[in-house]
């Protein structure tokens, strides 16, 4: 039996954001914020929890899975299966707006709770080799802390490419979702216990023939439109080169702007 891809949105929403799952969930995200430093949780509420009627070709449907602690803390965790470019400004309008839509008329910005974003990439984004980057509002110099109510994660699943299992941790929980051969599963289980669950939905999904359907359209969809991102992206790059080539810049220089290949632009030229 083939297993279902769990950095497909769809899947892992299934894995993680339903109310059956919650005690994933938690395992999961304990991993995560107590690497930044925050205290253990021991409860949390689903804020969009997976349902039938999430529907994986209908653009209302919202894939993240969006909870809340029992302290009013919020948390949005997104699987981002390509590359759809500009992360680091979408991270942060939408990180804006789940902060600004906490208060109602007439309520004192005291009320505002902390919001944290977690964006679990399938392709490596920062400048370093930390396959988990934590970022905080802080003074450039000393580190003083202006606010703690943003916290944005970045875990990029390519930097785990040399990491075997060999101990408890956030990196079990990742290799699972990169997509690490079974015969791993064993030592990750035993490293990581609140994995079996995870790894008990992946397998019963995986053999669901109407989950099964939804995922391969859910998985096509998102292919469709990486390719239209990327043919979109691509065709802006040609535009870029084709101007410069017009101001006489040199092919290299282009290359380096562009990166597109000098031969590439060199049928540009012709």
Known sequence: MELLDPRVDFVFKRIFGSENNKD????FLNRVLT???DPPLTEIILMNPYTDKDDP??????FDVYAKTSEGKLIDIEMQLFNKYDIEKRTLF??????????HEGEKYQELKKCVTINILNYAFLANDDYHSIFHLREDRTGLTLIDDIEI?????PKLDDVIPSQGGLENW???LKGVDTTHWEVLKMNEPGLEKAMDTLQFLSQDSEARRLYEARQKYLHDEASMLEGARKAGITEVAKNMLDLNLDISTIAKATGLTEQEIMQLKK
């Open 94 to 103: 939408y990180w804006s707006k789940r902060y600004s839509s906490q208060l």
């Open 174 to 176: 990742l290799l699972f």
């Open 57 to 62: 070709l209908d653009k209302q449907s919202i």
């Open 153 to 157: 994660h970045f875990l990029e699943l």
């Open 24 to 27: 994933v969930l938690l395992a």
């Open 35 to 37: 690497e930044a430093g």
